[in-house]
């Protein structure tokens, strides 16, 4: 493992950014401040995630190694695993092939997890497997599998295509008796709220959810009993107003909370980084850089929390910051990258804001942090 973490640093680690930490956060120089987040970049989950691929390929030096899907979402990372000899199992589509799987194969589970009819079936061929599952991830899974055994709907916060919805959402089913639900919204929340009180019909409320409960799902007799879950990187506000809502609903239908269940399954880190984006932004700013995938689901609602407040710009690497007037971002809007040709870096006395989620590499925030000096033609000052 010492030379595991010597190859993880060599790829992802920044003197630059730990030197900034220490020193309060703060780079001034010129007419140019630039403030990190306290808490942004790797969380434990996905450094430990990380280490364990990287592991896979010293443990099995001969062997084929394939991983399931994206190990966390981060294309450069991702591409360092792929430099690694590490196949995916998925097709463009996908869809897994386990089908030349054979007992001298690798396989490795990513942070997020991975459905459970999936790995049965990876099982049955022999493979070794490498699980890097989150333990906030399989924090969550208990607890809906323990709604399944008491016959409670699973109602699932979360984004139903992303792979640790999925995932979760495949444990709660339990031993086949279980059932979920998967709400992305606040909106949607209401649809679940409207059947409750009995404003929405059978019809109508199985066309809003299609693809989006689990098979044989009857509203009339799977929203009786309910019990809350998250994708962990979701918004906490939103996921505590989700439960809130339905409590309500439950407690006016039935006169009090007792087909209720509620746990906390808010992943630490996440919410770490959304308070000290949140603490960040109590300050005057100019703007502020969110950087990471596109597909983060956690970096993603940074972006959302930075644009209410300040000029926000969400980028995957510094390749992104083509010159003061022209920046690659993506769109939370359009939900596609955007070319934006507009003075986004002013030339006066400027105070810019950086985070970055949990599957961001200081490397990259290092990157970010050297082309903003440079675009700005300030000096790197001693540290």
């Not at 059978?202 to 009993?225: A, M, N, T, Y």
């Not at 359009?334 to 006395?349: C, R, T, V």
Request: hydrophobic letters at 40%; glycine letters at 8%; one cysteine or more.
């Amino acid at each position: 493992m010492a030379r595991v973490q010597e190859q993880v640093e060599h790829h992802y680690y920044s003197s630059l950014v730990e030197r900034l930490r220490a020193g309060g956060s703060v780079l001034s120089t010129g007419r140019t401040t630039i403030r990190l987040a306290k808490q942004f970049g790797f969380c434990y989950g996905v450094e430990r995630a990380i280490d364990l691929a990287y592991a896979a390929r010293k443990v099995f030096p001969a062997a084929r190694l394939f991983l399931i899907g994206e190990i966390i979402h981060n294309p450069e990372v991702n591409a360092q695993i792929a430099a690694l000899g590490i196949r995916n199992l998925l097709d463009g589509n996908g869809r897994p092939h386990v089908e030349d799987l054979g007992p001298d194969d690798v396989v490795i589970v990513p942070a997020f997890g991975a459905e459970v009819p999936l790995l049965e079936e990876i099982k049955k061929h022999g493979c070794h497997i490498v699980d890097t599952t989150c333990g906030d991830v399989m924090s969550v899974w208990k607890r809906v599998r323990q709604n399944a055994g008491e016959e409670v709907t699973s109602i699932i916060h979360g984004k139903a295509t992303h792979e640790e919805t999925r995932a979760t959402a495949s444990r709660a089913l339990g031993t086949g008796n279980g059932r979920y639900l998967v709400v992305l919204n606040l909106e949607e929340t209401d649809h679940v709220c409207d059947f409750i009180a009995g404003r929405m019909s059978r019809e109508e409320f199985l066309r809003i959810f299609e693809g989006k409960f689990s098979e044989g799902f009857d509203p009339e007799l799977h929203l009786i009993r309910i019990g809350v879950a998250n994708q962990t990187t979701m918004l906490r506000a939103e996921t505590e107003e989700v439960q809130r809502r339905i409590r309500e609903s439950i407690i006016k239908r039935d006169g009090d909370a007792l087909n209720f269940r509620l746990f906390d399954t808010i992943c630490g880190a996440t919410q770490e980084r959304q308070d000290a984006l949140r603490d960040l932004l109590e300050r005057p700013l100019d703007a502020l850089l969110v950087v990471g995938g596109y597909n983060s689901s956690n970096t993603t609602h940074l972006a959302e929390i930075g644009e209410q407040q300040v000029p926000t710009w969400f980028i995957r690497n510094q390749e992104c910051l083509e010159s003061p007037d022209r920046i690659r971002h993506f769109d939370l809007h359009q939900k596609a990258e955007i070319l934006s040709e507009k003075n986004w870096l002013p030339e006066h006395d400027l105070q810019i804001a950086i985070t970055a989620g949990a599957s961001c590499p200081n490397n990259l925030i290092e990157e970010v942090i050297l082309r903003l000096l440079s675009l700005r033609g300030e000096e790197m000052p001693e540290l």
